[in-house]
């Protein structure tokens, strides 16, 4: 499967403001030297040496992860702002797909907010199934699609094929992927999500305040955590922050180097960054994950940050 992240910001959008990119600005034009502007191939070399959070961002939209298994149809969990990118980019694909199947972890805004903006739900030519183990999937998203919140309305101008189904206890196919679900501990109710393939599995985990119960060792944790190849995981706070908002419904990246390491997942990605940090301190966040697991001993693990735009192949 591939796995794309279309947003990976959490509660809010958060566009790049002017002082950032002008600090970014100012940050490379300090580093370059003559030399690096000598030809083109060695300003290609310069701008490929700087770091990522200057010659690069994380992204501003809200949480959207493209899923797309070897066989079958396109699984998108969560539309958020970044599902309006993703629809954007397939109106300009030569084989655009033409079934959807998007699954939610829950309702909050930052989850939601780009639905109406997703094309293929217009598209008479497209299937869009919605799925939530929460019932009234169907009332739950059309109320935020009407007057005055929005000009159209989901009953009167989705002209696609929408299906809404409320999720079971057991597993679901589609295609080659097999997709289970497992509820976390955020404020009015979330779930996640592990969807597995040719004995490969993704695990998507957001919006998440972990407990001591999620590391326990039970068959069902580990079913639902254990052994996955990729592990989004809502890893919005540092420890201090995460302290100071108990109860918020979020994690800190140290605690999910914890929750990788007791799980065993061998690749984890932070998701669901905090509006308030800039691309700056996320990437510090990223190498206080990195030395954390390494001083666990955990030699295995690899962090990276969920970044727009970025494709994981698993
Ligand atoms: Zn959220
Ligand atoms: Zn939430």
Redesign the pocket.
Same mark, same amino acid.
């Given at each position: 499967m591939i796995i794309k992240i279309w947003g990976a910001r959490?509660?809010r959008p958060t566009p790049v403001h002017c002082e950032q990119v002008q600090s970014k600005i100012s940050s490379v034009v300090q580093r370059i030297q003559a030399r690096d502007t000598a030809s083109p191939q060695a300003r290609e070399r310069f701008l490929a040496s700087l770091p990522p959070w200057l010659f690069g961002t994380v992204g501003g939209n809200t949480?959207c992860v493209e899923v797309t298994p070897r066989e079958g149809p396109t699984i998108i969990i969560d539309a958020g702002s970044g599902i309006a990118e993703l629809s954007a980019a397939m109106s300009q694909r030569t084989n655009p797909r033409h079934e959807f199947h998007i699954f939610f972890t829950h309702f909050?805004y !930052?989850?939601v907010q780009g639905l109406p903006f997703f094309g293929p739900a217009y598209n008479p030519d497209c299937s869009v199934h919605f799925y939530s183990p929460l019932a009234d999937v169907r009332q739950t998203l059309s109320a935020h699609m009407r007057h005055p919140y929005f000009p159209v309305t989901m009953e009167e101008k989705m002209g696609g094929n929408l299906f809404f189904h409320q999720l079971q206890n057991d597993t679901l196919q589609l295609g080659s992927a097999v997709i289970r679900h497992r509820e976390l501990n955020h404020p009015g109710r979330g779930w996640g999500y592990r969807i597995e393939e040719d004995n490969k599995a993704f695990v998507h985990a957001s !919006?998440v305040e972990l407990l001591e119960s999620d590391f326990e060792k039970s068959d069902a944790n580990s079913a639902f955590f254990g052994n996955s190849d990729i592990l989004i995981l809502d890893t919005q706070y540092t420890l201090g922050e995460a302290i100071e908002k108990f109860n918020w419904g979020h994690s800190s990246f140290s605690l999910g180097v914890d929750f990788a390491t007791a799980w065993d997942a061998r690749r984890l990605y932070l998701f669901?960054h905090e509006p308030l940090y800039d691309d700056a301190k996320i990437h510090k966040n990223l190498q206080l994950a990195r030395w954390y697991a390494q001083r666990l001993g955990n030699l295995d693990l690899e962090v990276y940050i969920s970044q727009e735009g970025m494709e994981i192949e698993l």
């Amino acid at each position: 499967m591939i796995i794309k992240i279309w947003g990976a910001r959490g509660s809010r959008p958060t566009p790049v403001h002017c002082e950032q990119v002008q600090s970014k600005i100012s940050s490379v034009v300090q580093r370059i030297q003559a030399r690096d502007t000598a030809s083109p191939q060695a300003r290609e070399r310069f701008l490929a040496s700087l770091p990522p959070w200057l010659f690069g961002t994380v992204g501003g939209n809200t949480a959207c992860v493209e899923v797309t298994p070897r066989e079958g149809p396109t699984i998108i969990i969560d539309a958020g702002s970044g599902i309006a990118e993703l629809s954007a980019a397939m109106s300009q694909r030569t084989n655009p797909r033409h079934e959807f199947h998007i699954f939610f972890t829950h309702f909050h805004y !930052d989850h939601v907010q780009g639905l109406p903006f997703f094309g293929p739900a217009y598209n008479p030519d497209c299937s869009v199934h919605f799925y939530s183990p929460l019932a009234d999937v169907r009332q739950t998203l059309s109320a935020h699609m009407r007057h005055p919140y929005f000009p159209v309305t989901m009953e009167e101008k989705m002209g696609g094929n929408l299906f809404f189904h409320q999720l079971q206890n057991d597993t679901l196919q589609l295609g080659s992927a097999v997709i289970r679900h497992r509820e976390l501990n955020h404020p009015g109710r979330g779930w996640g999500y592990r969807i597995e393939e040719d004995n490969k599995a993704f695990v998507h985990a957001s !919006d998440v305040e972990l407990l001591e119960s999620d590391f326990e060792k039970s068959d069902a944790n580990s079913a639902f955590f254990g052994n996955s190849d990729i592990l989004i995981l809502d890893t919005q706070y540092t420890l201090g922050e995460a302290i100071e908002k108990f109860n918020w419904g979020h994690s800190s990246f140290s605690l999910g180097v914890d929750f990788a390491t007791a799980w065993d997942a061998r690749r984890l990605y932070l998701f669901h960054h905090e509006p308030l940090y800039d691309d700056a301190k996320i990437h510090k966040n990223l190498q206080l994950a990195r030395w954390y697991a390494q001083r666990l001993g955990n030699l295995d693990l690899e962090v990276y940050i969920s970044q727009e735009g970025m494709e994981i192949e698993l």
